[in-house]
């Protein structure tokens, strides 16, 4: 059983920063996965924020290049989301989740959710 445990939302004003945290807490092994944010804004689906690999290469959503950081730490099995400059657009419900291909299978996990709001 994979859990994930996020934390660190909140509310802020616009330009502030946040950083989001992702912990696995299972016997799997974390490295082995790819691991990602998404967020979902009311009324809205579920969309890619970033994503960084086991080897460590990442990718953003062209909206939040520049402003926000995705980093793994494989020692402590967290995955971070550094969120600056915040706008109120970035307003959602941030997503952590883990996914590996396996055995032919596409294996995967999320955490509950962190809210994130952004207003003046």
């Known amino acids: 059983q994979v859990q994930l445990v996020e934390s660190g939302g909140g509310s802020v004003q616009p330009g502030d920063s946040l950083r989001l945290s992702c912990t696995m807490a299972?016997?799997?092994?974390?490295?082995?996965?790819?691991m990602g944010w998404y967020s979902q804004a009311p009324g809205s689906q579920r969309e890619l924020v970033a994503v960084?690999?086991?080897?460590?290469?990442?990718n953003y959503r062209d909206s939040v290049k520049g402003r926000f950081t995705i980093s793994r730490d494989n020692a402590k099995n967290t995955m971070y989301l550094q969120m600056n400059n915040l706008r109120p657009d970035d307003t959602a419900v941030y997503y952590c989740?883990?996914?590996?291909?396996?055995?032919?299978?596409?294996?995967?996990?999320w955490g509950l959710g962190t809210q994130v709001t952004v207003s003046a």
């Open positions: 299972s016997r799997t092994t974390f490295s082995a996965y790819a």
């Open positions: 989740n883990a996914h590996k291909r396996a055995w032919g299978k596409d294996f995967d996990h």
């Open positions: 960084i690999s086991s080897s460590g290469n990442t």
